[in-house]
């Protein structure tokens, strides 16, 4: 499956801190959506300037603002002055290669996850970068397109459905969090469903010719995932191990409960990355062994008919005096020792289970 190549963005020599775009959707357009909720009630609102959102940082309600299109860097780094972010965070939110990690300051903390979906057309895992900020009473999630994931937490905050108005901004960076790690358990799910079910045609022996590129495109979605879960579960780990004034203690279990999964999931990338490299290994096996049945053949034929040609070969010289060329009946005698001479050799390839 071919991969179109993405330019690359230069940033050498810029000074630290500077704001470059380094994703490839520059006509984005910028999309606001914030929700302000407490236990009794809730507000949704859409906007398409920045500046609409300051004001949902003094009240005492949680306040959850996403912003799609990264590409509109002005409007984040006013976003940035307003929330007091740290000018390397703002650099790090327009840089959609990041890694997946987590930043502390005293008044926010800054998480970066990667989303995992799979393409509809070929089953390739495509990966979006995902920038959370936990500050007092709110978050901040920015990513670079408009994204459905998230809608079951929204109907969440619509319904009172569960605790999520029940509780802190600490609760809902979870809920966010979890949303995305179940998109990994699917993506891995999908994943090992497909290498499964290669195995079997490499084990039932009805694989195509092309079966060496398709190893090598499953090693390297699985290799992909496994990029993305690895350092997620790390940066879980550091939120569940931390003392953060942002982050209640009661909240704590629920990141250990995401953990949990992640754990899962890299297990699962591991066994499948094994069975991938075995499907290789499998898949060469096969074909030797297609191979050496073919050479089997081949020479079994050879065996019979080194004999025949040979006796052929003596009938067949230009010599006046060959004694049995005078034989009345010589033709069908010698025909006979080679009809004899072939249904031995069979029957003695079959009794040696060579056949």
């Given amino acids: 499956m071919a991969k179109k190549k993405q330019k690359r963005k230069n940033k050498t020599g810029l000074i630290p801190g500077s704001m470059v775009y380094t994703g490839q959707k520059e006509n984005q357009e910028l999309f606001i959506e914030v929700f302000d ?3 009794e009630h809730y507000t949704e609102e859409s906007y398409y300037k920045i500046e609409d959102t300051f004001g949902y940082k003094a009240t005492d309600t949680v306040t959850w603002i996403t912003i799609n299109g990264l590409n509109h860097v002005e409007a984040i780094e006013k976003l940035g002055v307003h929330y007091g972010i740290h000018p390397l965070i703002l650099e790090d939110i327009v840089n959609i290669s990041q890694r997946p990690k987590i930043d502390e300051f005293d008044d926010y903390l800054y998480v970066v996850l990667k989303l995992l979906y799979l393409n509809e057309k070929d089953n390739t895992v495509i990966s979006e970068q995902i920038n959370f900020l936990l500050g007092h009473n709110y978050v901040l999630t920015m990513h670079e397109s408009d994204l459905d994931i998230f ?3 929204k109907d969440r905050i619509r319904n009172t459905k569960g605790r999520v108005r029940d509780m802190g901004a600490d609760y809902l960076l979870y809920i966010l969090m979890d949303t995305l790690v179940d998109h990994y358990v699917n993506v891995v799910d999908v994943l090992g469903d497909t290498i499964e079910d290669f195995e079997n045609d490499v084990l039932d022996g009805t694989i195509t010719e092309d079966a060496s590129k ?17 350092p997620s579960k790390e940066v879980v780990s550091r939120i569940e191990h931390n003392d953060h004034k942002l982050i209640g203690k009661g909240t704590l279990t629920f990141y250990k409960d995401i953990y949990d999964h992640l754990v899962q999931v890299s297990e699962n990338i591991d066994v499948y990355r094994e069975m991938v490299s075995n499907l290789m290994d499998m898949y060469m096996t096969t074909i030797s062994n297609k191979m050496n049945e073919v050479m089997k053949v081949l020479t079994i034929m050879a065996s019979i008919f080194i004999p025949l040609t040979f006796i052929a070969g003596v009938y067949g010289m230009n010599f006046n005096y060959i ?6 009946n010589g033709y069908f005698i010698v025909l006979g020792l080679m009809a004899v001479i072939f249904i031995g050799m069979i029957l003695y390839f079959k009794r040696k289970k060579w056949l």
């Avoid at 398709?214 to 690895?230: D, G, H």
């Avoid at 004694?323 to 009345?328: A, G, T």
Wanted: glycine letters at 4%; charged letters at 30%; proline letters at 7%.
């Fill in 214 to 230: 398709t190893i090598l495109n499953l090693k390297r979605e699985v290799l992909r995932a496994r990029r993305t879960v690895l």
């Fill in 151 to 153: 809608e079951g937490v």
């Fill in 37 to 39: 909720y407490t236990p």
């Fill in 323 to 328: 004694p049995e060329l005078q034989y009345r």
